[in-house]
């Protein structure tokens, strides 16, 4: 469980990295809209933490 846990969480991290780079890149380039990337990022991000939850619930 806890190898599962802790690859869930790389994975999160690197989501999080990723909206992160857009989010700046946004503010660098206002003429681009990356809100669709945007949240498909965050659906992502979304469908991780559910996982790692139901890992959690799965192992009580």
């Given at each position: 469980?806890?190898?599962?846990?802790?690859?869930?969480c790389s994975?999160?991290?690197?989501?999080?990295?990723?909206?992160?780079?857009?989010?700046?890149?946004?503010?660098?380039?206002?003429?681009?809209?990356?809100?669709?990337?945007l949240i498909?990022?965050?659906?992502?991000?979304d469908s991780?933490?559910?996982?790692?939850?139901?890992?959690?619930?799965?192992?009580?």
């Amino acid at each position: 469980m806890e190898e599962k846990i802790l690859n869930i969480c790389s994975k999160l991290f690197d989501k999080l990295t990723i909206l992160k780079g857009y989010l700046i890149l946004g503010k660098e380039h206002k003429k681009i809209d990356y809100s669709l990337i945007l949240i498909n990022e965050i659906n992502e991000i979304d469908s991780l933490i559910c996982e790692i939850v139901d890992t959690v619930k799965n192992n009580e």
